[in-house]
């Protein structure tokens, strides 16, 4: 890594951090946890088997306001944001005028405002993105005082109702305001490893206080970004700037689901926002590459930028995440091959080191998605 470590940012949970005996590394700006002593397989098995806690403070959150904020954020999205109810959230893409993806991030109907979430690495431009496009048209407020907890795994919804009643009642994507400890809260039950869980935001200074409360229980663990990688990975979940980029569009990236009825080209409310033209033309007509599932054989992992080649030899595509998979038992990977090879069970070569591995399209997500729907 070329970052200076004087130079990168913390989190209101680095003391605690520190304190837990984490592998600190640069990521997207800031020191942030890769693993504790537990190590990265099992803090992943922890999260499938019971509840894992992860510090996501380096996340934008931002605050849109205005009776028109929704109108004004579909200019940007191709999502329905108007149509979402209160206190329901919704994953959404930022566009380009190319119909590639400029970021991925999740929007709720706060009630009065709209509370949006984006990745760290993309906070700065996404924030400028929004305040030239819309920001005649509502107030853009970002929330630099605020840290946010993810609690993710089967035991998490346990847990939550114990130190928080009021989330007993909370389906998957929807939001409330609670209160935590005594501390005024925000929670969303949503997360990043395809396991049930919750997003909580919280003031800064009252972040590590409720850490500590949720790591009393005899069910949670504080698990890293090794593991918050490997998890979303088996999940079946894109990472900004591997899988998803500015040269991607959402039909190429497999995510047609996320785009909204309402805003397709035969929707109530069709176009409107950045890249539409294209995005709608490669929906009728489809593309010519598409992300899919890979899984190697053997035992070796098939990493990002590793090239696909097909049985003459010719290059159709690459992996964009890849590593080993816990709860699969394997190496697993995702990446884009040409939309005619994308069937499942397609036999293509990964050149790891010089050597052609064998690996097969499979099915996403790797492992069963268990989101709580009530």
């Known amino acids: 890594m070329s970052e200076n470590i004087q130079t990168l940012l913390t989190t209101p949970l680095y003391e605690l951090h520190l304190e837990l005996g984490a592998k600190m590394v640069p990521f997207a700006g800031y020191q942030m946890p890769v693993q504790y002593p537990m190590g990265i397989i099992k803090e992943h098995q922890h999260t499938r088997e019971q509840a894992g806690l992860f510090d996501v403070s380096h996340m934008g959150q931002i605050k849109l306001t205005g009776a028109g904020a929704a109108v004004a954020l579909e200019k940007l999205v ?114 990043y490893t395809g396991e049930d869980g919750f997003e909580i935001s919280a003031p800064a200074d009252k972040a590590e206080g409720l850490a500590r409360s949720l790591l009393a229980q005899d069910e949670v663990s504080a698990i890293g970004l090794g593991a918050r990688n490997s998890l979303r990975l088996e999940a079946g979940l894109c990472l900004y700037g591997n899988d998803i980029d500015t040269d991607t569009t959402p039909v190429e990236a497999s995510l047609l689901w996320a785009l909204s009825k309402p805003r397709r080209a035969d929707g109530e409310r069709a176009g409107g926002y950045i890249g539409a033209d294209i995005i709608h033309r490669q929906h009728a007509e489809g593309v010519t590459r598409k992300r899919v599932g890979i899984r190697p054989a053997g035992r070796m992992p098939v990493r990002e930028g590793v090239e696909l080649m097909d049985g003459e030899g010719r290059r159709v595509g690459k992996v964009t995440s890849g590593g080993f998979g816990p709860s699969v038992g394997g190496p697993i990977a995702m990446g884009y091959v040409e939309t005619t090879l994308a069937q499942p069970d397609t036999v293509l070569f990964a050149i790891v080191r010089g050597k052609q591995v064998p690996v097969t399209v499979a099915k996403l997500p790797f492992v069963q998605q268990r989101y709580y729907r009530g």
Do not use: W
């Not at 706060?110 to 993105?129: E, P, S, W, Y």
């Open 78 to 191: 191709p999502m329905d944001i108007v149509g979402l109810g209160a206190l329901c959230q919704r994953y959404a893409l930022f566009t380009n005028e190319q119909g590639g993806i400029l970021d991925d991030l999740i929007v709720t109907n706060a009630g009065n405002h709209l509370f949006v979430v984006v990745n760290a690495a993309c906070k700065a431009q996404d924030i400028a993105h929004m305040r030239t496009h819309i920001g005649d048209d509502c107030a853009i407020e970002v929330l630099e005082d605020r840290a946010l907890l993810a609690l993710q795994g089967p035991a998490a919804g346990v847990v939550m109702v114990r130190l928080v009643p009021e989330t007993a009642n909370m389906m998957f994507m929807t939001a409330k305001a609670v209160t935590f400890e005594g501390v005024e809260c925000f929670v969303t039950r949503s997360g």
